[in-house]
């Protein structure tokens, strides 16, 4: 499959007429059908219905038709963003993290990509708590949210998402904490869950749904801060409800506790994809694995 192929197939769906198209792209109309039957055989699939008086897409050639121009226009996109690093890209990015979250190895070999790659480029990180982060992802004061989404879960209109990791439930609790390093969901119904964002929160709320799944209502308490949130679980007033790779469990007085079909939660990469900013671009495809 060539540019070429892909070319004359785009100007004959235009026309549906392989005589306009082949006037349209300079070529004889033999070599144009040769190159659309040649499409044709590779993909294994009939592009179009002809006969000697009209021309027009099968199903497989409409599918073709309608997504090939969006591939083309994200193929010039990456084709660009790749001449701007190799000419040396000018810039800033702020990278927002939520407080807690450990950085997994991708974005931070992207980000070591970029200060070895891009001199000219500044790289900005700054830690928040999850809903002033979604706040400054919003107004702009961050280009990047690096943040913990339960699975399922809708973002904001307008965001775009890479998922790096993801990672079952735990809890959260002091050191000295009798419960067992994994138990079930009923084991711990008489307990408080501490929630830094509130009760309100979608991982409050998400909490709620799977306690009630397994019979019973959790007693929720709301924190201010993630800080607050961490002390409150060491000094033994209730249990956090985290994901495994939390940053909270390599303090000395907390300890993580397995929970037996716990729901996942991902490590997302998430912006807005309005962003004009061209370092967001190539800081999301070197996340992807597309640079």
Not at 49 to 72: D, E, Q, S
Not at 108 to 119: D, G, Q, W
Not at 164 to 187: F, N, Q, T, W, Y
Request: hydrophobic share 45%; glycine share 6%.
């Amino acid at each position: 499959m060539t540019f070429k192929q892909l070319e004359y197939f785009m100007e004959v769906a235009r026309q549906l007429s392989f005589s306009r198209a082949a006037e349209a792209l300079y070529v004889s109309q033999s070599a144009l059908s040769r190159s659309i039957s040649a499409l044709e055989d590779e993909l294994g699939a009939i592009l179009f219905f002809r006969n000697k008086h009209t021309v027009a897409l099968t199903p497989a050639g409409a599918v073709l038709a309608t997504y090939l121009p969006r591939a083309a226009d994200e193929l010039e996109r990456t084709i660009e963003l790749v001449k701007q690093v190799k000419e040396g890209m000018r810039g800033r990015m702020v990278l927002g993290v939520q407080t807690g979250l450990a950085l997994p190895e991708v974005v931070v070999s992207a980000v070591r990509y970029c200060l070895s790659s891009m001199p000219f480029v500044a790289i900005e990180p700054v830690r928040l708590d999850a809903r002033p982060l979604f706040e400054a992802l919003g107004d702009g004061r961050v280009d990047f949210a690096l943040a913990s989404v339960i699975e399922g879960a809708e973002l904001p209109a307008g965001t775009s998402r890479i998922d790096v990791e993801k990672e079952p439930v735990c809890l959260a609790a002091p050191a000295h904490s009798p419960l067992p390093d994994e138990l079930a969901p009923r084991d711990v119904a008489k307990q408080t869950f501490l929630f830094s964002d509130g009760v309100q929160s979608e991982a409050a709320l998400r909490w709620t749904d799977f306690c009630r799944s397994h019979g019973f209502m959790p007693k929720l308490a709301p924190c201010d801060g993630v800080s607050t949130c961490l002390t409150c679980i060491e000094l033994g007033f209730g249990l956090g409800v985290l994901p495994a790779g939390h940053q909270a469990f390599a303090l000395p007085g907390i300890r993580r506790i397995g929970l037996a079909q716990a729901y996942c939660e991902h490590t997302s990469l998430i912006w807005n994809a309005a962003n004009l900013n061209s370092i967001v671009d190539v800081f999301a495809k070197l996340v992807e694995g597309d640079l």
